[in-house]
Each structure stands twice: as structure tokens, then as C-alpha cells.
């Protein structure tokens, strides 16, 4: 059974209808292999290559905005972008010497002078001074008193100016 699309309605399939079916099916069928093999592949045409000359290509490229250089150009400037180039000389840098007077006074610890150091800018961490301190086991030896130091030294040699070991 068969719907009919056009009237909504159904159609029985009998033998006449799929003879008719089958035939269009084989006229069809016989139609396409019929061109297909008649006709000759000199029916598309395409278009013969044009031969252009360096020069017209060039200038082709050139209209479209490209640049166009030969394999020899190319490595000279791959050339001067490798080549290192001379960079200024540096201004020398003044370094800033900080000196500072630490003056100790009875009860200060280590960690006091430490922090006292930093806040001079005569070292970077409190805690460094601390450790050093502690390694050397100097953490009784501290006496009162004013001590000169500056940011050149060491750590080592601010720690031997403050308590002289």
C-alpha cells in the first residue's frame, strides 16, 4: 500500500503499478549510462595554464601587496637581524653607601640591633643578622655601646664590628 501525497489518500500496489514503477526506474537508469558513456571527456573545458614570466609574477604579487625577494636577499636579511648590534654603553650605576651609627643599650638583643640594621639599610634581613649571631653563639657577648657600620660591609664584618669577635 501506497499514500498518495498529492490527495492524502492511499493507493493499493498492484501489478500494474510496480510494472510502471520498475520501468521508469529501468528508463532512467538506461538514459544516464547512455550520456555517461557517449560523451567525451573533451566536453569540459577547462582553461589551458598561463605561462607567466618571472616578471609578470613578480609584478603580480607586488599589485597584491606582497613583497617578492630572491633566496640570496632573504639571507642577508636573516643575516642582519642575527648580527648582534652595539648597544649603548651603560651609564655606571653610583652605588648608595649607607652609614649608620648603632648605638646599643642595656636589655637590646640581637634581634633588636637586626632590626635597628635594617631600618638603616645596612642589611636586608633582620632575620640573617639573627642567625649569624646565634651560629657564631654571641647572643651574650652584645655590650652597650655606639657602633659604627655601613652598607658595604658584610654581614660578617658588621657582626665582628658590633661585638668584636
Known amino acids: 500500500m501506497l499514500l498518495n501525497s498529492q490527495k ?3 493507493v493499493k500496489m498492484t501489478a500494474q503499478v510496480l510494472r510502471s514503477f ?6 532512467a537508469t538506461i538514459t544516464c549510462g547512455t ?3 557517449t560523451t567525451k571527456d573533451e566536453v569540459v573545458k577547462q582553461p589551458k595554464p598561463v605561462e607567466l614570466t618571472t616578471d609578470q ?3 603580480k604579487l607586488t599589485e597584491q601587496g606582497y613583497v617578492v625577494q630572491t633566496e640570496d636577499e632573504y639571507k642577508e636579511q636573516l643575516a642582519l637581524i642575527d648580527t648582534p648590534k652595539e648597544e649603548p654603553e651603560k651609564p655606571v650605576e ?3 653607601v649607607f652609614k649608620t651609627v648603632i648605638n646599643v643599650v642595656s636589655g637590646m638583643t640581637s ?5 635597628s640594621l635594617a631600618k638603616a639599610g645596612i642589611i636586608d634581613k633582620p632575620i640573617d643578622f ?8 654571641l647572643e ?3 655590650r652597650p655601646g655606639s657602633y659604627e657600620v655601613n652598607s658595604e660591609m658584610s654581614l660578617e664584618e658588621v657582626v665582628k664590628a658590633i661585638y668584636g669577635k
Not at 520498475?22 to 528508463?27: E, F, P, Q, T, Y
Request: no cysteine.
Open 8 to 10: 492524502g489518500e492511499v
Open 22 to 27: 520498475a520501468l521508469g526506474i529501468i528508463v
Open 35 to 37: 550520456v555517461y558513456y
Open 57 to 59: 609574477l613578480k609584478a
Open 94 to 96: 653610583e652605588k648608595v
Open 111 to 115: 634581634i633588636d640591633v637586626g632590626e
Open 130 to 137: 639573627f642567625k649569624l649571631v646565634e651560629k657564631r653563639k
Open 140 to 142: 651574650q657577648a652584645l
